[in-house]
């Protein structure tokens, strides 16, 4: 068996154009999408990803404005950019990239960012919301896997998901969106963890595994059944002296060998990071929508 390419590329280019036009139909209706980005400090990773988000908002139509501040900002400083880009109309969503140069000074941050403009989806009101299954602003790579797996056909529906990993940010909002009673939901999960014993033993039961432990190999060919569906989340630098660069970007899975046992896997690059960016684009728009209903009621 040799495994089906889950194309996140793709995929996100597709949710990109339906982006695009519904930033269309807003803008006729007199509101242009708008987010709000603030960049502390100039780590090369962040810089990038930031260049990327205000791009693909230039590609849809959307209006950004970014706010760069020097690494050594103070927290007063950072909290009134979040407060402004809390007042002002021209934005629906607010982007405080992460990790901050100050870690301990980050939920107050995100705390600062009015619920309805938190297009993260980690305040912890959307996070709330979330766990209840209202309505909210999900965090963008769990939402933009769920995704994937929609748009290839691979129904979550009575399947059993492993998830290694229970970062705030994709484990555990991914494992509660997973079990949620709606067409994207109703699975039976299990979350694994660095504390897990055997992992193997629960890997190999899995219909989908989803590895997002930060770590090559994590996942290795010995640890999946046959035909199961791997979901590969992590990025990771190894050295590697043909490169120009002199590294590599690998997942946390073992993609060589599971790609001739499993159903289904996404490389990496190419397959959940380009949908990060487009989910956060899709809840800005979401965003902006709102703003718009609310306007009109």
Known sequence: ?????????A???????EIKARVAELTRQGVIPGLGVLLVGDDPASRSYVTAKEKACDKAGMYSSEVRLPVEATREQILNVVRVFNEDEKIHGILVQLPLPESSIEQEV??????HKDVDGFHPVNVGRMLLGLPAYLPCTPHGILHILKR??????????VIVGRSN????????MLTLKNDMGNATVTMCHTRTRNLADL?????????????????????????????DVGVNRVEDASRERGYRLVGDVDFDAIKEKASAVTPVPGGVGPMTITMLLYNTVEAAARTLKQSAS
């Open 11 to 17: 995929i996100a280019q597709e949710m990109r154009e």
């Open 110 to 115: 995100i705390e600062t960012i009015v619920p």
């Open 169 to 176: 940010i994709v484990g555990r909002p991914l494992a509660n």
């Open 152 to 161: 290839s056909g691979i129904p979550t529906e009575g399947a059993h998901v």
């Open 203 to 231: 890997t190999v039961q899995a219909d989908i595994v989803i590895a997002a432990a930060g770590r090559p190999d994590t996942i290795t060919a010995n640890m999946i059944k046959e035909g199961a569906v791997v979901i």
């Open 1 to 9: 068996m040799t495994a089906k390419i889950l194309d996140g590329k």
